[in-house]
C-alpha cells in the first residue's frame, strides 16, 4: 500500500513538472507567434522569457540511464543555451508544438542528435561546438572576427570519474569518454579571441550569439556559456549565473566580467543558422 502511493506520487510530481515545462514552452510560442523576428531575436525572447528560473547544477545527472531531460524550471549555463536555441528553432516552424521543441533539444544536446549512452551527451562545449555545426544547428563565426587559433585540451572528466555518477562506477562508459577527449584534442579547427582583443571585436557581436567562455582550467575547455545582450549601447549577456543563484542579464559588460575572471583567457562566438 505504501510502495503503490509512493509511486503515485511520484507519476503525479513527473506528470505536473511536464506540464509545468509544457505551460513554459506554450508561452513562449504565443509570445512570438505571427512576429517576423529573426532567429537571434528569437534566442533573446526565449533568454528573457526564463529570466530569474533558479540555477541548478547538474539536472541532466539524475536518470539511471540515459534519455532526454527538459527541465525549464531549473537551469545551469549550457541547459539555458541548449533550450534557447531549441525553442527559438521550433518557434519557426509553421505549427511550432512541445514535442518538436523536444526533438529540437535532443538534436541540440546529443551527438548527431542520437541517445546513447552517458557519452552520446555532448559534454564538452568544443565537442559540442563542432557536433552542432556539422548538423547545421549553429556557425562558429569566430575566426571571421579576427579569432586566433585556440588548441583544445580536455581530459578533466576522465581523470576525474568519481565527480560524475555515470563514471563513477561504470569504467567502460570512462574509457569511452577518454577516447571522445583525445578526439578533441586531436583537433586544431577551434579559434578564439583574446580577452584583450574582445573591446575591438564586440561591435560585430549580435544579440543572441551565443558566448563560449574559453578557460585554462586545466582538463577543461570552457568554463561558461552565454547569450549576447546588448544594452544601452553595452555588450553584455544573459546566462544562469552561479553568484545570483538564476538567470539573469549580467549586471556588467563582456569585457568587464573576462577582466574580472581571472582564469577566463577569452571568447568564442556562435550564431545559430537560419
Known sequence: MIMTLLLALSVASVSAQQSDDGQIVEAYFNAVHDSLFSRNELIVKAALCLLNTPYVAQTLEHNAEEALVINLRELDCMTLVENCLALSKTAQQPQ???????????????????????????????????????????????????????????????????????????????????????????????????????AKKQSHIKSGDIICFVTNIAGLDIAHVAIAYWENEQLTFIHASTQYHKVIINPISLVDYCEAIKTDTGIMVLRAEK
Open 96 to 198: 511550432p508544438d512541445y514535442a518538436d521543441f523536444a526533438r529540437q533539444l535532443q538534436n541540440i544536446r546529443y551527438r548527431d542528435g542520437i541517445i546513447d549512452g552517458y557519452p552520446s551527451r555532448l559534454h564538452y562545449t568544443t565537442d559540442w561546438i563542432t557536433n552542432n555545426v556539422s548538423k547545421g544547428n549553429l556557425q562558429d563565426i569566430t575566426a571571421a572576427l579576427g579569432g586566433q587559433r585556440y588548441q583544445a585540451h580536455v581530459g578533466f572528466m576522465s581523470a576525474h570519474p568519481e565527480s560524475y555518477p555515470s563514471l563513477k562506477e561504470n569504467p567502460q562508459a570512462t574509457e569511452a569518454m577518454r577516447s571522445i577527449e583525445n578526439a578533441i584534442n586531436q583537433r586544431t579547427t577551434y579559434t578564439y579571441i583574446p580577452k584583450n582583443e574582445i
